[in-house]
T-cell receptor
Framework: EDKVVQSPLSLVVHEGDTVTLNCSYE??????LLWYKQEKKAPTFLFML????IEKKSGRLSSILDKKELFSILNITATQTGDSAVYLC?????????FGTGTSLTVIP | GAVVSQHPSRVICKSGTSVKIECRSL??????MFWYRQFPKQSLMLMAT?????????EQGVEKDKFLINHASLTLSTLTVTSAHPEDSSFYIC????????????FGQGTRLTVV
């Protein structure tokens, strides 16, 4: 059975801290791994990863994929209160997107 | 960028009535659309996958007669919640894919359904 597992389920940090969110997966037909940020409504796209070892970066956020060990991490440096959200990881198998349970991040001032 | 529009964003209906939610891809052709349901503080639960012009594929445990999905064109999919009950109250989100092998899913804004 295809599955995506995220950890931790929730995290509370202080502004300025660095956080690492984890996503591991077991799927029969991997195409790509995607990270989304969900605040109050629909998820917004952050990164799509297809190749191992190539870091994708956008401002304070970065992500990398390890296709051998079947996981990805999302790093957020110098966190801000606006980073508070649920971060979702999804794996595209070509005809479906499998979502993890999400990591709820709370950044306190 | 690709835009997916979902309508309505919020709906309140009486028990026993039906509600239709629309999901439109505004600037691309969506060969595949996905419908998700999300409970508070939980992740997205895939309900069904629909491909244009064919019947939707429902996930295990999702009643196809209760959640009717129609994907009549490459830019529109609809989800109809029939004979709604309070337990159907939830946040429903659609997403659309261009159908290429490596592509992201573009999400609609979601619909908050409350059945009273």
């Amino acid at each position: 059975e295809d599955k995506v597992v995220q950890s931790p389920l929730s995290l509370v940090v202080h502004e300025g801290d660095t956080v690492t969110l984890n996503c591991s997966y077991e799927v029969t037909n991997f195409r790509s791994l995607l990270w989304y940020k969900q605040e109050k409504k629909a998820p917004t796209f952050l990164f799509m990863l297809t190749s191992s070892g190539i870091e994708k970066k956008s401002g304070r956020l970065s992500s990398i994929l390890d296709k051998k060990e079947l996981f990805s991490i999302l790093n957020i440096t110098a966190t801000q209160t606006g980073d508070s959200a649920v971060y979702l990881c999804a794996v595209n198998t070509g005809n479906q997107f499998y979502f993890g349970t999400g990591t709820s991040l709370t950044v306190i001032p | 960028g690709a835009v997916v529009s979902q309508h309505p964003s919020r709906v309140i209906c009486k028990s026993g009535t039906s509600v239709k939610i629309e999901c439109r891809s505004l600037d691309f052709q969506a060969t595949t659309m996905f419908w998700y349901r999300q409970f508070p503080k939980q992740s997205l639960m895939l309900m069904a996958t629909s491909n244009e012009g064919s019947k939707a594929t429902y996930e295990q445990g999702v009643e196809k007669d209760k959640f009717l999905i129609n994907h009549a064109s490459l830019t529109l999919s609809t989800l109809t919640v029939t004979s709604a009950h309070p337990e159907d109250s939830s946040f429903y989100i659609c997403s659309a894919s261009k159908g290429a092998l490596n592509t992201e899913a573009f999400f609609g804004q979601g619909t908050r359904l409350t059945v009273v």
